[in-house]
Structure formats: structure tokens, C-alpha cells
């Protein structure tokens, strides 16, 4: 039970910090420099699998990166090509981006939110490359840095050292 407790709060702890550090760098690129939003709302759920959960296969960074962009990418397509009322938009933007990502093999569950905020938002295919293209490798540069060379955790899974 203590050991349980110790390793909760070491975790949540990891999480709380990396967490910190990560959207923190995000947060000051996209207020503090001229290059666009590096922020998603997504961003945040991201967090809690990355830092708290890494050996999840839900954090890996191929999952990350494409969850992100795929269910992205959808919720523009969805708003540009589909005419339909904006609430027919969102369901069935988000229930194809889950199906896509899948059927891909790269789910990431924060990324089924994004087609929600991308309609919600009219964005366009500006918003794959700032914040999601951009962000999401930013994310993944600091996972393996901090998982996989400061506490020295096996992240990414299978990663050949």
C-alpha cells in the first residue's frame, strides 16, 4: 500500500513537472515569439498519457503525432467539403477521426477532441502545421527527453537504443 502511494505520487509528480516544462515551452512560443500557436486544447489531455502513463501504447510518439494530425486533418476536411449542420459536422468528424485512427493503429485519445475544436473554431489547414504538426513533434522531442534520457524509462516502447 505504501509503496503503491510512493509510486502514485513519483508519477504524478514526473507528470506535474514534465507537464510544466512541456506546455510551458508551447505556452512561450505561442505568446512570447512572432511563429503562430503552438497550443491545442488536446495538448493538455496529451500530457497525462506522455508523462504520467508513457509505457501506455496510446503515448508513443507515432500515436501522438498521428492521432493528432489525422483526427486535424479530418476536422478540417469534415468543415471544408461536408455540408452539413454544424452539430452533424462535429459528430461525424469525430466519429471518423476514431475510426481512421484505428484502423491505422495510431490511436491517441486526446486527438478525438480536435475535430470539435477545429469546427467549433472554422480553422483551416493552417491549423495542421501550427499548433498540431509543429506541437505535436515539439511534445514528442520533449517525451523522449525527459522519459527516455532523465528517468530513463524504456520510451518509445521498442525503441532500438
Do not use: C
Amino acid at each position: 500500500m505504501i509503496n503503491s502511494i510512493k509510486e502514485n505520487f513519483k508519477r504524478a509528480l514526473h507528470a506535474f513537472i514534465f507537464s510544466i516544462i512541456t506546455i510551458g515551452t508551447l505556452s512561450f512560443l505561442s505568446f512570447e515569439t512572432p511563429y503562430g500557436l503552438f497550443l491545442a486544447g488536446s495538448f493538455g489531455s496529451s500530457m497525462v498519457l506522455l508523462f504520467g502513463y508513457p509505457e501506455s501504447p496510446f503515448a508513443q510518439p507515432k500515436n501522438v503525432f498521428f492521432g493528432h494530425f489525422i483526427t486535424s486533418l479530418v476536422g478540417v476536411l469534415i468543415f471544408q467539403f461536408v455540408p452539413l449542420d454544424q452539430f452533424l459536422q462535429i459528430a461525424f468528424a469525430v466519429a471518423l477521426g476514431i475510426f481512421v485512427m484505428i484502423i491505422l493503429d495510431v490511436t491517441h485519445p486526446p486527438a478525438g477532441g480536435n475535430p470539435i475544436v477545429i469546427i467549433l473554431a472554422a480553422d483551416s489547414y493552417d491549423f495542421l502545421l501550427n499548433p498540431i504538426i509543429l506541437g505535436s513533434l515539439i511534445i514528442i522531442i520533449y517525451a523522449i527527453i525527459l522519459n527516455r534520457f532523465i528517468l530513463k524509462k524504456n520510451y518509445p516502447i521498442n525503441w532500438k537504443s
